[in-house]
Every structure is written in structure tokens, then in C-alpha cells.
């Protein structure tokens, strides 16, 4: 995996003071921001431990934190702690909007660990040539000292026989290094191959950006707010720059200005009919665009219904937690607890 590029890809998260001002934001949401912002700027700078401290904190803090979590998985990467990178991500995968990225993750991982796995096959054997050669030479001195009444004669055919070996070694360890010289070969023939695809890829996106981005306005100028949204959504994750960027943002926040509250309550009203899929679609779109509105310890306590309705327990037991760990003081959290023990208790 390519860490520098990784984390080229990632942008501190601005909010506005008029956004802090306008908007209930917690106290800890804001704290892990800083601290998600603070742990970028170690890593423009290569401090790497400094960094995955920050993190921890701001998830300490803000535990649905889905782009820290990101972030500290390609830090642990980075530091070659596969395991807990490997958690990390398997975790994140369990978010519908990160699952594709975090599935790509895994797999880089997956082929990151083979491969330094093979060197250290290769490093190992070398070291127990060695480790072999030093034990002939010291089996034939000491044999040399024991046997002190043998013959001349003798002593210099035991001689004769440890060159012999480490002549056997020295011809062995040709044969390592040539190995490893092919392995290396190979190796950099396959990040080339990568870097040409990686071009390819980032070709591509860029096209596929624009498309999605025009097919965005499209549907805005149209009214359909909904699926200009669901573009948007789709392009989230991405990191975007110039006037790509300009277009999402402008998007982005006149649908958050003028029609959040327009989707929340469509979710709101096929709720209330018993129509959780349909529901449930709306619902998540608005915790997406506007997840400090004064109403989401109730819309999140909803989604989290809606995923029990539709018996998909593993989701509803994830926003039922997120309910009882964000707003721990509403009469929500304590719904959650119910929900959660109901559905405990039906394993």
C-alpha cells in the first residue's frame, strides 16, 4: 500500500464558526475534529506515533468517528501492525457508505503481509546458514582440543572438512541471493504495473466525478433533491479539489440549507406508516447530510428501529449503541437500551 498517497488523499474536516453557532454540536464531537485535524498535520510531517495518539483520543471520544477510524487503520499500516489495521477496517466495512474503501484495505493488507512474509522467509534462511557454519567451525576447534593426542594428520583433515562446509555455504548463500535479487526484480516489475493502473484509476475517477457530478446538478435544477443527494453521497468519500470540490460543496449545502428538513420528514412519515425500508433509505440520507440537527437522537433511535423491523439485527444493535454512547441523557438512549436487550435476549 501506498501511504504516502493514502493519506494525500485525506483533508482536515473545516467547519465554520457560523456552523459550530448554528448548529448543537457536543463538546466531544468538536474535541475529536481538533484532534482529527491535529493528527493530519503530524503526518504531513512523518509523525506517525503522535499521530495514531491523536486518533485514539478523538475515537475515545467520538467512537462512530468513521474517517478517524479510517485514518488510524492506514496509520497502523504504515507501522506494519496488520492486526489491528485488519480490525479496524473489518469494523469500518460494517458502514454501508465505507465498506467499499474499507474492503479494498483489507485486501492491500492481505497482499502487504504475503509479501513481507516471503522476505522474511528469505532472511530467516540466511541466518540459519550462517548460524550453521559458525556451529561447524566451533564442533571442529573443540573436537581439535579434546582430541589433542590425534595426529597432525587429522587435525588438518577436520580442517579440510569445515572449508569444505563453508564453501558448501558460501555456495548456498550465492543461490539465496540470487533468489532474493529475482524477488526484488519481481517485485519492482509489480509496482510499476501498479502505478501505470493506479494512473488508469485515478483517469477514470476523474471522469466518472464529472459525470456524477453533472447528473447531480441535473437533478437539483430538476427538484429532485433526493437523487442529487444520493450522487453526492457516492462522491463523499473521494477527495476532490478545484472546481469539483466547488461544484459538491455548492450542492452539498443547498440541499442541507433548503431541503433537509423536506427528506427528514418524508423518512419521518413512511415511519409512521410502518414503511421502514422506504424509511429507512431517507432517514440514513438525512444522518449524512445533517447529523447535528436538534431531532437526531430521534431519527438515529428510528434507523436503528427500522434495521429491527427488517431483521437486520447486526446494523440495528450498531444505531441503538450510537444512540445510548452520543446521547446518553435522552429519553432515547434509554429506548435503545430496551431494544438492545430485546434483541439480546431473542438470540
Known amino acids: 500500500m501506498n501511504f504516502n498517497y493514502e493519506i494525500d488523499k485525506i483533508n482536515p474536516i473545516s467547519i465554520s464558526k457560523e456552523e459550530f453557532s448554528i448548529y448543537e454540536i457536543s463538546d466531544n464531537v468538536r474535541k475529536s475534529i481538533g484532534l482529527y485535524n491535529k493528527s493530519i498535520r503530524n503526518l504531513k510531517i512523518n509523525c506517525v506515533d503522535l499521530a495514531i495518539a491523536d486518533l485514539k483520543k478523538a475515537l475515545s471520544l467520538n467512537p462512530n468517528f468513521y474517517e478517524a477510524m479510517k485514518l488510524l487503520g492506514l496509520c497502523y499500516i504504515y507501522k506494519k501492525n496488520f492486526n489491528k489495521a485488519r480490525k479496524l477496517f473489518e469494523k469500518l466495512a460494517e458502514y454501508d457508505i465505507y465498506t467499499e474503501i474499507a474492503n479494498k484495505y483489507l485486501r492491500e493488507i492481505r497482499n502487504d503481509r504475503a509479501t513481507s512474509k516471503t ?20 564442533v571442529a576447534v573443540a573436537l581439535g582440543i579434546y582430541f589433542n593426542t590425534s595426529s597432525i594428520q587429522s587435525v588438518f583433515n577436520r580442517s579440510q572438512n569445515a572449508e569444505l562446509e563453508k564453501n558448501k555455504g558460501i ?4 543461490s539465496i541471493d540470487e533468489k532474493k535479487k529475482e524477488m526484488n526484480e519481481k517485485l519492482e516489475r509489480l509496482k510499476k504495473e501498479q502505478e501505470a493502473e493506479k494512473t488508469k484509476i485515478d483517469s477514470n475517477n476523474k471522469n466518472n466525478v ?18 442529487a443527494l444520493d450522487n453526492l453521497i457516492t462522491l463523499k468519500s473521494l477527495k476532490l479539489d478545484g472546481a469539483e470540490k466547488s461544484r459538491f460543496d455548492k450542492l452539498w449545502n443547498g440541499i442541507k440549507a433548503n431541503n433537509v428538513w423536506n ?17 429507512l433509505q431517507k432517514l440514513l440520507k438525512v444522518q449524512q447530510l445533517a447529523p447535528e440537527l436538534e431531532v437526531m437522537p430521534w431519527a438515529i433511535y428510528q434507523i436503528g428501529n427500522c434495521y429491527k423491523q427488517t431483521n437486520d439485527n447486526k446494523n440495528a444493535l450498531i444505531f441503538f449503541q450510537k444512540v445510548m454512547s452520543d446521547y446518553p441523557n435522552t429519553q432515547y438512549a434509554r429506548y435503545s437500551e430496551e431494544m438492545i436487550n430485546e434483541i439480546n435476549n431473542n438470540k
Open 119 to 138: 522476505l522474511t522467509t528469505i532472511k530467516n534462511t540466511k541466518k540459519l546458514i550462517i548460524a550453521f557454519m559458525v556451529v561447524i567451525v566451533i
Open 210 to 227: 464529472v459525470s456524477i457530478l453533472n447528473d447531480a446538478e441535473n437533478f437539483y435544477s430538476e427538484g429532485n433533491y433526493e437523487k
Open 171 to 174: 555456495d548456498q548463500q550465492k
Open 263 to 279: 427528506i427528514y420528514n418524508e423518512g419521518n412519515k413512511l415511519y409512521k406508516q410502518g414503511n421502514y425500508q422506504d424509511a
